[in-house]
T-cell receptor, first 118, second 112 residues
Framework: DAGVIQSPRHEVTEMGQEVTLRCKPI?????LFWYRQTMMRGLELLIY????????DSGMPEDRFSAKMPNASFSTLKIQPSEPRDSAVYFC????????????????FGDGTRLSIL | KNQVEQSPQSLIILEGKNCTLQ??????????LRWYKQDTGRGPVSLTI?????NTKSNGRYTATLDADTKQSSLHITASQLSDSASYIC???????????FGKGTRLSVIA
């Protein structure tokens, strides 16, 4: 099994530019999560999809952030326009079918995209 | 407020020694508690998941305990190895659709 695949692994761009992060979940998993990790705040959930439908986007910081899941094997997280405070590691995770986040199914994380906004 | 607090923030131990990491939480209603290991530059990897009725669970040299009454968990690492150097993150889930609550992790360094 290839695991959760994220791309790119690293992204460096100037503020104001559009950034698109990509994620391919594990085949058969129907829940997908986007997280942001910083030293100060640790891991924070941004948005959670179940069967390609956004269930909880309360963690999305502001309108500059958007996420889509057009099909079961692909998701994107977009930041437009980007700002220096968006610099962080962004993780995608997927889990097997479950009714809600509190289920006992483990989440499988990708290796993240390290984003630097100059 | 749902919170997960981990201690210590960081820890350095000699190879071969044991150590215990602590996690206190205020998440309610409780569904399960998870411990993840995160190597530098990698995503977190699940070590254990414990429900309300479980008070101990092992995964190799890792043993997690849960006291649902006092809302405390610990992760005990036996006979530490250099490869145990990582961040260990405690995560608590509640029974509904609200987000998982993450601790900020304990950074463990195992030295020769």
């Amino acid at each position: 099994d290839a695991g959760v695949i994220q791309s790119p692994r690293h992204e460096v761009t100037e503020m104001g530019q559009e950034v698109t992060l990509r994620c391919k979940p594990i085949s058969g998993h129907n829940s997908l999560f986007w997280y942001r990790q910083t030293m100060m705040r640790g891991l924070e959930l941004l948005i959670y999809f179940n069967n390609n439908v956004p269930i909880d986007d309360s963690g999305m910081p502001e309108d500059r952030f958007s996420a889509k899941m057009p099909n079961a094997s692909f998701s994107t997280l977009k930041i437009q326009p980007s700002e220096p405070r968006d610099s962080a590691v962004y993780f995608c995770a997927s889990s097997p079918p479950s009714f809600h986040q509190g289920s006992n199914q483990p989440q499988h994380f990708g290796d993240g995209t390290r984003l630097s906004i100059l | 407020k749902n919170q997960v607090e981990q201690s210590p923030q960081s820890l350095i131990i000699l190879e071969g020694k044991n150590c215990t990491l602590q996690c206190n939480y205020t998440v309610s209603p409780f569904s399960n508690l998870r411990w993840y290991k995160q190597d530098t530059g990698r995503g977190p990897v699940s070590l254990t998941i414990m429900t309300f009725s479980e008070n101990t669970k092992s995964n190799g040299r890792y043993t997690a305990t849960l006291d649902a009454d006092t809302k405390q968990s610990s992760l005990h690492i036996t006979a530490s190895q250099l490869s145990d150097s990582a961040s260990y993150i405690c995560v608590v889930a509640n029974s509904g659709n609200t987000p998982l609550v993450f601790g900020k992790g304990t950074r463990l360094s195992v030295i020769a």
